[in-house]
Every structure is written in structure tokens, then in C-alpha cells.
């Protein structure tokens, strides 16, 4: 397959637990058009990827664009990528995916060359060229949802590793005696600072009694307090709520210590679902890094949101295609 003219679009996928996620993104990321349909993994890999080229189909069909006029098909998925082989080795948001081509299966589908990414490494990219991290040399993004997940750029390229699976922020190891994290590690960040940890904080605080508008938010029921309860309930300013956020945010700021410590970045991005708290959440941890980092990358690190929210994952995949051709 020869180089890509520039200005040919990329269809761009973000293959996520619940919802994939199609657009058509030129490459200076305009985004032309943009399908959903439902993940629905439980009904099997195969019809996983019968959604993801039925949707990818109805896009190019009515824009008018045959496959053979795009610069290519990015997939950002959730899990374990051998991006080198285009292969989702385990996802544990994809039940069933285990060692699943999924490159070659959308190559013989549409003909187009496909290229598949962590979707946590497709969002750091898209951070790095179109959102918040625009002209940042060094920099670590940081997705922090229901898990947390990273990427990491030095000197404005992605930094992969020796296997390509470098920037698994999520679980470097925050407390020796934390809680077991299914990664098999002990006090992952992952598991003190993630949606399902500060979930997990909340249901803990009101089975011990505590007063808070947390029980009443999720109809009685403890089980039923999610992130995005506390989320709501602490910009309502619930002190249980806040006290678990701020509880979150202070491990959150340890993990940024060691990015500080460790990598020097320019600027931290801080995206995902738990991550739109914004302020709320990044304002306690920067405090820690203030209290705890070396002073001088300290005083120069730049801590923000994402800019780019839910679409960082899609124009990743754009910028992945635009790196794929440059290295060529
Ligand atoms: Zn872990």
C-alpha cells in the first residue's frame, strides 16, 4: 500500500465497552461526518465486527468517499493492542477478545489498510497534536475513568517501549498495601484513584453511616452510587462527596509526583469521565505535586484538562495514520 496523499480522510474508530464510536476526520481534523451503534460485545466478536464495518460503510457510503479514497481506518480499542500486528491480544472491556486480528479482518472487509491503537495511547496522540498538548514536546496524558490508562510523549513522538506497551499509568504501584488490582498487582493507581476506586470510597463511607445526599441521589441504594454520583453530589457540595473526591485526587496527585519526578513533562492532561470534574479533582492533586515533587519540574509542569473530551480518541487515530505515513 503506497503513501497517502495529504488531505485524504481518515476513518477513525474508537471501539469502546459500550458504544463505537465511527467519524470521518480529515487530517488537519475536521471532522466530516460521525455513526454510533451500540458495542453489545456479549453477542461475540464477529458481530462486534459486522458493527463496526456496517457503520463504517454507511459514513463513507454518504459522504461519497469509497474506501479506496481514504488515507486509511485508525481503530482506537480499549485494551491490550500489538498494534505492530493489528491485534487485540485481551480486553477486559471486550469480552471474548482474546488474540483477535482484528487489522487483517477490516483489511479483506474494506481493502483499506487499518491500523489499531490502545485507545488511551490514540487519545495522549490526539491530545498531542489537536487538543490541549498542541506544540508540548513532552508530555503525559492521562485518562481517568472507570480505570485509568495513559500515554506518554517525549520529544513529540509517543513513546511505545520495548514491546510497545509502555504507558500503563494506571498501574504503577501507589500504595504496598493497597487494594488487589485484577492486574494482579497490589495498590495500583488505578485502584485508589479510578472512578470504580472512589465509587468503591462512597458505598464504603455510607455503609459505615455516613450523612450525605449520595444515598438519596442513587434511589436508596448504596450499590447504585457511582463515580458520577459523587461527581454530582460534590458539585452539589456534599461533604462525604467532596471528602471522596479530595481523598481520590490527593492519591491522583501522588501518581502525577512520580510522572513529575520521572519524566520532567512540560504539561500532565488529565482526561476521561472522572477527569470532567476538572478543577474539583486536579486542584487538590496539584497540590500534591506541589508538596511533593522536585521543586524546579514542579514549578514549570503545566496540570490541565483535556480539551478535546470524548473525541480524543478518534483524532489519536487520525494522528496515528498521519505518524504512520511520515515514517514510512
Ligand atoms: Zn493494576
Keep these: 500500500m503506497t503513501e497517502a496523499p495529504a488531505g485524504k480522510p481518515v476513518l477513525a474508530v474508537d471501539l469502546g465497552g459500550t458504544k463505537i464510536v465511527t ?4 487530517p488537519q481534523g475536521r471532522i466530516l461526518s460521525r455513526e454510533y451503534s451500540p458495542t453489545l460485545a456479549e453477542e461475540g466478536v464477529d458481530d462486534v465486527i459486522r458493527r463496526i464495518l456496517t457503520t463504517a460503510t454507511t459514513l463513507v457510503k454518504n459522504a461519497d468517499l469509497p474506501y479506496s479514497s481514504l488515507s486509511g481506518i485508525a481503530i482506537a480499542a480499549a485494551g491490550a493492542i500489538d498494534t505492530e500486528k493489528g491485534v487485540v491480544t485481551d480486553s477486559p472491556n471486550l469480552p471474548g477478545w482474546h488474540n483477535i486480528p482484528l487489522k487483517a479482518r477490516i483489511e479483506q472487509a ?5 491500523f489499531v491503537l490502545n485507545d488511551a495511547t490514540a487519545a495522549a496522540l490526539g491530545e498531542h497534536r489537536f487538543g490541549a498538548g498542541r506544540g508540548v ?3 503525559i496524558y492521562l485518562t481517568v475513568s472507570t480505570g485509568i490508562g495513559g500515554g506518554i510523549i517525549i520529544g513529540g513522538k509517543l513513546y511505545s517501549g520495548a514491546t510497545g506497551s509502555a504507558g500503563e499509568l494506571g498501574h504503577m504501584t501507589i500504595d504496598l498495601n493497597g487494594p488487589h488490582c485484577p492486574c494482579g498487582n497490589i495498590g495500583c493507581l488505578e485502584m485508589l484513584a479510578s472512578g470504580k476506586a472512589i465509587a468503591r470510597e462512597a458505598q464504603r463511607l455510607i455503609a459505615q453511616g455516613a450523612r450525605t445526599m449520595m444515598l438519596e441521589m442513587a434511589e436508596g441504594d448504596a450499590r447504585y452510587v457511582s463515580a458520577q454520583t459523587v461527581a454530582n453530589a460534590a458539585h452539589k457540595g456534599d461533604a462525604v462527596a467532596l471528602s471522596v473526591v479530595n481523598k481520590a485526587a490527593t492519591y491522583l496527585g501522588v501518581g502525577l509526583v512520580n510522572f513529575v519526578n520521572i519524566f520532567n513533562p512540560e504539561m500532565i492532561i488529565v482526561g476521561g469521565g472522572v477527569g470532567k470534574m476538572g478543577e474539583t479533582l486536579l486542584r487538590p492533586a ?12 514542579a514549578s514549570v509542569v503545566r496540570i490541565v ?9 478518534l483524532f489519536g487515530a487520525v494522528a496515528f495514520v498521519a ?3 511520515r515514517s514510512l
Design 286 to 297: 496539584r497540590k500534591v505535586v506541589a508538596e511533593r515533587a522536585f521543586q524546579f519540574p
Design 110 to 114: 474494506t481493502g483499506a489498510r487499518t
Design 305 to 313: 484538562s483535556s480539551e478535546l473530551g470524548d473525541n480524543s480518541g
Design 323 to 325: 505518524d504512520a505515513d
Design 137 to 139: 514536546n513532552n508530555l
Design 23 to 26: 467519524a470521518l476526520i480529515t
